[in-house]
């Protein structure tokens, strides 16, 4: 859980970081549990991100949800990017 929460700074701050002229981007968050932030940490964790970063780069990034393994389950889609290059 702290490597998460670790890796999701870093990519806030990235975020934060970025320049306004850069074109619309979209980061897809990819998850196992619901996306309820009441019903689990993930899903308060998830919330908490995406609207940290869109607040952050004033709707330069936008964040989506794949709650529930939408995406596969978690070495899948830590696979995913890498394989689409």
Known sequence: MRTVGKALMLILA?????????????????HLNQDDPFDNPTGAMATVFKSLVEAGTNGGITVQTFPNGQLGKDNEGAASPAATR
Do not use: F, G, N, R
């Not at 990235?14 to 990819?30: D, N, Q, R």
């Open 14 to 30: 990235l975020a934060l970081v970025a320049s306004p002229a850069m074109a619309a981007k979209t980061i897809k968050l990819h």
